[in-house]
């Protein structure tokens, strides 16, 4: 079975604060890809990053940042000088070898950027 | 126009009447899903088709129905539907491989 954890369920910062999402996911499989995908205010589904099992280059775009390590199972995700924009739902999710056929999402963190 | 294309939007409907949710796509993908986020849950999924003559079920199937009419198409019914079915619904195509799902907007249903 798999599962993704998302231990955060509500964070709040001020801008230009740096914040950091937390993802811990649960596979046997060796082949798998780990996934964010930002939920806004507005409430559609926004790809971000995909990742898989071997590669665990850590990865920047702009102000945002993802930590992958194997070793604790986990697929962090930063945000550096946060943004009002940047407050969403942020859900980390997990495709494996044996369930292929679908992501397994954890249950998501809102961030709040307060002005 | 968007790639995954969701009807309606929005809708508010009362307990026992019949809903259908429409999804189409034009990427070209063959597998096709429908998932249900409620608010802490995340997206939970319901039903997922890998091609025409291909449906099987979600974690949450019971009290929904699917239709895959075409490649492109693939509807979500409620035959009698119930409070607890008020829900944001996504629908999600993907190609084989490493799972990344191409969602549509999302419908928002409320059931009184």
């Known amino acids: 079975a798999q599962k993704v954890t998302q231990a955060q369920t509500e964070i709040s910062v001020v801008e230009k604060e740096d914040v950091t999402l937390d993802c811990v996911y649960e596979t046997r499989d060796t082949t798998y890809y780990l996934f964010w995908y930002k939920q806004p205010p507005s409430g559609e589904l926004v790809f971000l990053i995909r990742?898989?099992?071997?590669?665990?280059q850590n990865e920047i775009s702009g102000r945002y940042s993802w930590n992958f390590q194997k070793s604790t199972s986990s697929f962090n995700f930063t945000i550096t000088a946060s943004q009002v924009v940047d407050s969403a739902v942020y859900f980390c999710?997990?495709?494996?070898?044996?369930?292929?056929?679908?992501?397994?999402f954890g249950k998501g963190t809102l961030l709040t950027v307060n002005p | 126009d968007a790639d995954v294309t969701q009807t309606p939007r929005n809708r508010i409907t009362k307990t026992g009447k019949r809903i259908m949710l429409e999804c189409s796509q034009t990427?070209?993908?063959?597998?096709m899903y429908w998932y249900r986020q409620d608010p802490g849950l995340g997206l939970r999924l319901i039903y997922y088709s890998f091609d025409v003559k291909d449906i099987n079920k979600g974690e949450i199937s019971d009290g929904y129905s699917v239709s895959r009419q075409a490649q492109a198409k693939f509807s979500l019914s409620l035959e009698s539907a119930i409070p607890n079915q008020t829900a944001l619904y996504f629908c999600?195509?993907?190609?084989?491989?490493?799972?990344?799902?191409?969602f549509g907007e999302g419908s928002r249903l409320t059931v009184l």
């Open positions: 990427k070209g993908h063959d597998r």
């Open positions: 999710a997990l495709n494996s070898g044996g369930s292929n056929y679908k992501l397994t």
């Open positions: 999600a195509t993907s190609r084989p491989g490493n799972g990344e799902l191409f």
């Open positions: 990742r898989n099992s071997f590669d665990e």
